[in-house]
């Protein structure tokens, strides 16, 4: 709606009484009426647009103060947020340094400053959090892009074995180092003046680690030419282990061979009655017989984590060199792969629950599996557990489906012996040495 004049309001009444009165004014004429009527238009439509005016200048002038107030308040908030975030980190920064002072003050020699070290960074902005991620050196990034392409674990080419020799004869020409160059080369440990040479000849092949290219020289240039063991050579490795046990190296520079392959020889011929394939019934009773007879002789000892000792701290060279026909990595694939149950390594199961599982069977003595009340034989197993441990020691059985369920249990009972069980448990109560 528009707003009315003032003016407008009392003409109108004015009009109103003229026309009840009879509608003229005495003493004008109808010209002099029509003019007055024309100059109080014209002062209408003046008046309204003042008005209008005036509330146009108003308006802005309301809009530009609140325009004023509002970005002069944004302003006030931000310094005072920015105000905040400095001290804030000034802060956080007294509070570090005062962290690692005290650290280094208690760890000593040992500590490590990690101020170096790059973290995100987070900033707080009227309830908005932006994180910043942390500025990368491109030296860095370089460094692990290297490590990740290394290669590993691959056989070296034909290509590859050609740079290796011509990169260490180039380095042995280069500094000087005459006729006795390969040999310090090769046994750079005991050369001072030749240490870190393999980092700069491993870095002809940059994409292998320069501990494999190390390695790798080492065979080619201590290995000879390839041929096969004489029985004279194979003699000297029995006439020297005899004296000096398995360290090869003297022997190996004598053979003009690599003194691991000189080891890899003496495990093909040391057993004379090496077998190969399945194992027989005997194989298998005797190393049930050995490993039982280790596990008592060691009761009396610490029970100790040694490199080379699985488990139960088994010494499985002796153990091969009594049985005389498997190795001894093959003696012991054979007792954690096969003859011991994978529900061990599943914390389901433990070693000397096969001994309490046998020793229960056998003083039931049922005649029939039916007859097993599985669930009531182990207290701290389950009926399914036992159950299918029982399953897995029966396929070791040699025609097992052609025994009787008491022929079965007879047959296990010679292997986990019942008598055992006092001593497994022992030194599975005993604490592990380090």
Not at 30 to 48: L, P, W
Not at 189 to 201: A, L, M, N, Q, T
């Amino acid at each position: 709606m528009g707003t009315k004049a003032p003016g407008e309001s009392k003409d109108r009444d004015i009009k109103r009484k003229k026309e009840r009165g009879g509608g003229k004014q005495p003493g004008k004429s109808s010209i002099d009426r029509c003019e007055d009527a024309v100059e109080n238009i014209v002062k209408k439509k003046n008046t309204f647009k003042n008005e209008r005016e005036k509330m146009h200048d108003a308006l802005v002038d309301t809009k530009t103060i609140a325009h004023k107030s509002d970005s002069e308040t944004q302003h006030s908030e931000l310094e005072s947020i920015i105000v905040s975030t400095i001290v804030e980190i000034e802060d956080n920064k007294t509070d570090d340094a005062n962290i690692r002072k005290r650290k280094k003050k208690k760890l000593g020699n040992n500590f490590k400053d990690l101020s170096h070290e790059r973290s995100e960074k987070r900033v707080r902005f009227s309830g908005d959090v932006r994180v910043f991620p942390p500025s990368v050196d491109p030296s860095d990034e370089k460094h692990e892009i290297n490590e990740e392409k290394l290669l590993y674990g691959k056989w070296f080419t034909k290509e590859e074995d050609e740079i290796v020799k011509d990169t260490v004869y180039k380095y042995i020409e280069v500094h000087n180092l005459g006729k006795e160059g390969l040999q310090k080369v090769l046994n750079s440990i005991s050369h001072p003046e030749v240490r870190g040479c393999w980092k700069k000849i491993g870095s002809a092949i940059p994409y292998r680690p320069y501990g494999a290219v190390y390695q790798r020289a080492q065979r080619l240039f201590r290995s000879g030419e390839k041929r096969k063991y004489t029985e004279e050579e194979y003699e000297m490795m029995r006439k020297y282990h005899g004296e000096h046990g398995t360290k090869w190296k003297v022997l190996a520079d004598e053979l003009g061979k690599h003194w691991i392959h000189v080891g890899n020889a003496w495990n093909r011929i040391k057993l004379a009655n090496q077998k190969k394939g399945n194992w027989a019934q005997e194989e298998i009773q005797t190393l049930f017989d050995l490993v039982n007879a280790d596990l008592l002789l060691k009761l009396c000892e610490e029970k100790k984590s040694k490199r080379g000792m699985l488990r139960d701290n088994i010494s499985w060279s002796k153990i091969s060199d009594k049985l005389s026909t498997r190795s001894g990595v093959r003696c012991c694939n054979k007792w954690y792969r096969q003859l011991t149950s994978s529900m061990v390594a599943a914390c389901e199961w433990a070693d000397t629950d096969d001994y309490r599982l046998i020793d229960a069977l056998f003083e039931l003595d049922p005649s029939c599996i039916e007859d097993v009340d599985w669930d009531n034989l182990l207290d701290h197993r389950d009926g399914e557990l036992c159950r299918k441990r029982w399953k897995q020691m029966v396929r070791q059985i040699s025609q097992h489906e052609n025994k009787s369920f008491a022929a079965q249990v007879e047959v296990l009972a010679k292997r986990y012996r019942p008598d055992l069980v006092g001593a497994r448990e022992a030194w599975d109560r005993k604490p592990l040495v380090p």
